[in-house]
């Protein structure tokens, strides 16, 4: 099964990092997809039928918490697994985001075996789950 | 409290430019002279929590294209890496913010909130000498890149 992946992040260095992650890891990716915040993720989400969210937190307009409480309270995109990349290091915040129910926390800055591990263990449960 | 701040600041660019980047960070060698950059951008990232303040980093355009190319995997002519030069450094000092406020954090739990990174562009090597001139501005060698960066705080 090939995964629709969407990257929210408002770096365009970033995104690359990540879609080049995705490629060495050989994550069976059908499409990716790019936002650079989360008014942008969600415009997207709308349209497109997404598996995996990648998203940042700290972002211009729609920041990552408002677009993962936003995900919540549509049916449409509540259960689309989110795996937060940021530079958050604070333990509050992260259970407060678990709290939210994203499924995978990478803290900035990573290897690229640490993305690919987290993101391993979410296509594992997605599979799971379906 | 000015010397732990800027070991602390030193630790954490490092750390960030290593991880991300592959690129050594080091004190200048006294007895080399390194290239000062005739151009640039001065990236500045406020931060409020326990500890408020303001990350700064000032890094050259050859710095940044470098940087850029080493993120990004891509070779430094790829117009990918020439049209996001200033993005990397943006992105790098919201890095190296994130790994600082953990060394500054008294707990794990503590909370900080961050601002966007935002960049001003540097025009001449005027701006640069401007700079380092300042109070507290650390010049560090970066691959042979003089690189400068400044942590302001106020609790």
């Known amino acids: ?130 | 409290m000015q010397k732990v701040s800027e070991d602390v600041l030193v630790e954490s660019l490092t750390e960030a430019l290593e991880t991300t980047a592959f690129m050594m960070a080091m004190l200048p060698d006294p007895q080399e002279e390194l290239v000062t950059p005739s151009r640039g951008v001065l990236v500045h990232v406020e931060f409020s929590g326990p500890v408020s303040g303001t990350v700064e980093l000032w890094a050259g355009d050859e710095f940044s294209q470098m940087m850029a190319a080493n993120v990004m995997g891509l070779d430094p002519d790829d117009d990918a890496v020439k049209n996001n030069g200033v993005d990397a450094v943006k992105e790098m000092v919201n890095i190296i913010s994130g790994v600082l406020l953990a060394k500054l954090a008294d707990s794990p739990a503590d909370v900080f909130n961050l601002t966007v990174p935002e960049a001003q562009q540097q025009p001449d090597a005027a701006a640069w000498q401007a700079y380092v001139a300042q109070d507290n501005v650390i010049v560090l060698d970066v691959d042979g890149f003089a690189v400068a960066a400044r942590l302001i705080t106020t609790e």
Do not use: W
């Open chain 1, 1 to 130: 099964m090939a995964f629709t992946v969407l990257i929210v992040d408002d770096s365009v260095t970033m995104r690359s990092v990540i879609k080049r992650t995705l490629e060495m890891a050989n994550i069976a990716v059908g499409e990716l997809l790019e936002a650079g915040n989360g008014d942008e993720a969600l415009g997207i989400m709308q349209q497109k039928e997404v598996n995996l969210v990648l998203a940042d937190i700290n972002m211009p307009g729609m920041n990552g918490i408002e677009m993962i409480e936003r995900m919540c309270a549509d049916d449409r995109t509540r259960r689309i697994p989110v795996v937060v990349i940021s530079t958050e290091a604070s333990t509050a915040r992260i259970e407060q985001l678990q709290e939210k129910g994203i499924v995978g926390y990478v803290h900035k800055p990573f290897s690229p075996e640490i993305i690919r591990d987290v993101i391993f263990e979410v296509i594992g449960a997605c599979h799971a789950k379906s």
